[in-house]
């Protein structure tokens, strides 16, 4: 299969999800999850008309934004865990930023654009740890109302949503309660109007994230193929 058509039966999947659950379908937008996987393989799915990426990590997404840097509408996503002293890197080329879980970070990220050039703010979502214990990233829910705060008393940060990766389980139907869980969190902070985007979803189960209410779905495998093992 090739990229594009990857792209198209993985629309066609949101389509059908979107349906199933009586929402519109283009009220959720494909990140391709690009991460391991080559510029060439973006700039494919660039040209099949895909515009939103999403990479794991700040070197190599610095990377390949240089390689395609004749692509001026392609919004880069960083949907990986960024460390604070690489926020600096990263800020100013970022369309959304999926991965805030701490007010340090905010800070820091807000401190760093208001010194780079780059004007305008930055969107980000807040990462949730939803299924607590053994999560390494994002932030435990009972935290969430004052990070939500902190970033809205930042300038340069713009609070556009809530994110989750659950963990993973055999069973897409698994991630179902996890997805809902974060829905729910949305409703208790403000709704919609305060947080418009949840970021949740991936190949194996993006139908449960649709059908909880993701306007964000962030899928690799099923666009470009598997990944070593090592480097999920
Ligand atoms: C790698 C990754 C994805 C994409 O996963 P696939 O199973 O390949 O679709 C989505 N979200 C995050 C946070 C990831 O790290």
Known sequence: MTIAEALRSVRARIGAAAQAAGRDAEAVRLVAVSKTHPASA?????????RDFGENYVQELLQKAEELADLPDLRWHLIG???????????????LLHTVDSVELARELDKRLAASASPGT????????????????????????ELLQGIEALPRLALHGLMCVPPLTED??????????????????GGASR????????????????????TLVRVGTAIFGARPAALR
Do not use: C
């Open 172 to 189: 897409p139907a698994g991630a179902l309660p996890h997805f809902q869980r974060l829905a729910r969190l949305r409703d208790e902070h």
């Open 81 to 95: 865990h960024l460390q604070r002293n690489k926020a600096k890197l990263v800020a100013p080329l970022l369309s």
């Open 195 to 214: 947080l418009p985007e949840l970021s949740m979803g991936m190949t194996h189960d993006l139908e449960q994230a649709v059908a909880a209410g993701a």
């Open 122 to 145: 930055l969107p980000v979502l807040v990462e949730v740890s939803i299924a607590g214990e053994e999560q390494k990233h994002g932030l435990a829910p009972e935290h969430l109302a």
């Open 42 to 50: 973006v700039r494919e799915a660039y040209e099949a008309g895909q």
